[in-house]
């Protein structure tokens, strides 16, 4: 069992920077690869990245590339997902999640096994 717990949304301007963390429990953190997702009022809760727990390799969703950078401190049990020059676009509740194994796309919500509760990002124009 893996519980996570996401932090560090907030309203913010565009332009500015924000960084999520997401602190999970539990001794095998480093076997789980780590997502982050978001889901805006009145849309499907869609990927944003990922770091893969073998490689430390990391992918993006395209909307939000070169703008966001995910990381992980193994010591820690903590993900992270620092966004640069945020849009008002880019407003979404934010939710990490943890996938142990599969063959289900790892850009998909059906391919992690545990969710956070997610954390209220509001990027104002």
């Known amino acids: 069992q893996v519980q996570l717990v996401e932090s560090g949304g907030g309203l913010v301007q565009t332009g500015d920077s924000l960084r999520l963390s997401c602190a999970a429990s539990g001794r095998t953190f480093s076997s789980y690869s780590m997502g982050w997702f978001r889901q805006a009022p009145g849309k499907e809760r869609e990927f944003v990245a990922v770091i893969r727990a073998s490689s430390g390799s990391t992918s993006y969703a395209d909307s939000v590339k070169g703008r966001f950078t995910i990381s992980r401190d193994v010591a820690k049990n903590t993900v992270y997902l620092q966004m640069n020059s945020l849009k008002p676009e880019d407003t979404a509740v934010y939710y990490c999640?943890?996938?142990?194994?599969?063959?289900?796309?790892?850009?998909?919500?059906?391919?992690?096994?545990?969710w956070g509760q997610g954390t209220q990002v509001t990027v104002a124009s």
């Open positions: 999640a943890a996938r142990s194994s599969g063959f289900i796309w790892e850009a998909t919500v059906a391919a992690y096994d545990y």
